[in-house]
């Protein structure tokens, strides 16, 4: 979502761009401030919200689980491979000079399974417990909205009123969902065609465009979603 923030402000920097991030583990909530704080510019309003975002999700509590690595586990491995440049020669060889894994970090699911790839030992998957909030929370102003949770990407999608939140794209990972929950991906794009929406697939999403948006003002998007 950073990238498509830059994006806009690259294409479209005579337009004001309000943006909504949520992020679930504070450790990565953290970071997300950090990430995208330090660019940004006029322009571009950002409300930060740590939580999942989901309606059935949620306990009477008003909290969910979250399943994440061993936060400890992740800065080892890091260590590791920083120390032993030989074992590990690629390791740091990208744009930036991080860790080529740091895509670990990101690694949350509702669902302990979805990390069970990249994670064989149940030591090095930890739970916490976290806020949990729908999307009418959210407000009700969003253009974009992009989900990606991990393969619980309907429950987030169902917590949206369309009836009363109209943005004019939806953008929503599919690959999880295909693989392991078609009956949630089939749902997720019955809810969006229902609501008087356009499906269209993509390689690893779904977006789901408004009847009635303008076609210039999307087409930049889908391109760059679907292409």
Not at 93 to 114: A, F, H, K, V
């Amino acid at each position: 979502f950073y990238d498509a923030l830059v994006y806009a402000r690259r294409h479209y920097g005579d337009v004001d761009v309000r943006a909504t991030l949520v992020e679930p583990t504070l450790h990565n909530f953290d970071k997300l401030k950090a990430h995208y704080g330090a660019s940004e510019t006029v322009g571009q309003i950002v409300k930060y919200v740590n939580g999942a975002v989901c309606d059935s999700c949620c306990a009477p509590d008003g909290t969910t689980q979250i399943f994440h690595p061993r936060w400890s586990l992740l800065e080892e491995w890091e260590q590791k491979a920083r120390e032993n440049p030989d074992k590990h020669p690629k390791a740091f060889q990208t744009p930036d000079g991080s860790w080529r894994q740091r895509w670990l970090y990101e690694l949350n699911s509702l669902d302990r399974n979805n990390l069970k790839t990249h994670f064989k030992n149940d030591g090095d998957v930890e739970s916490t417990t976290i806020q949990c909030l729908p999307a009418s929370r959210l407000g009700d102003d969003h253009d974009y909205v992009m989900i990606d949770v991990e393969g619980f990407d309907f429950e987030v999608l169902a917590s949206l009123d369309l009836a009363k939140q109209r943005p004019l794209v939806i953008n929503f990972e599919s690959k999880i969902m295909e693989a392991q929950r078609p009956d949630a991906l089939w749902r997720a794009a019955t809810f969006c065609n229902d609501a008087g929406y356009h499906v269209l697939r993509g390689r690893a999403n779904y977006i789901c465009v408004r009847g009635d948006a303008p076609d210039v003002a999307l087409r930049d998007v889908v391109a760059k979603t679907l292409g």
